[in-house]
């Protein structure tokens, strides 16, 4: 797990697959995702599969051209409208 963005709306953690440890029959991340977390509505939304590829690009995007806060969290904001979850501490 990386924290890749914190601001005061949004935090964007991306969680990375893993392999099987001994004795498990399965990983227990079998594929990479990422948690957006929207402060402002406290929901959040796990992208997985093409979702998070497509995000994946957009982060290398990013990397190669800067963006301003404001592009970022416009672009968040997007992907937080995908938000049905309610954001639960455990």
């Given amino acids: 797990m990386q924290m890749l963005y914190d601001s005061e ?13 001994d004795g498990e ?5 079998a594929r990479h995702g990422f948690e957006i977390v929207d402060k402002r509505s406290n929901k959040e939304v796990y992208l997985d599969g ?14 190669l051209n800067t963006p301003t806060q404001e592009e970022v969290e416009e ?9 049905q979850n309610p954001l639960v501490m455990h």
């Fill in 9 to 21: 709306s949004f935090v964007v953690v991306h969680m990375q697959a893993n392999e099987a440890q």
């Fill in 25 to 29: 029959p399965m990983p227990r991340l």
């Fill in 50 to 63: 093409a979702w998070a590829d497509t995000f994946q690009r957009q982060i290398t995007a990013w990397q």
């Fill in 75 to 83: 672009t968040l904001d997007g992907y937080a409208e995908l938000a």
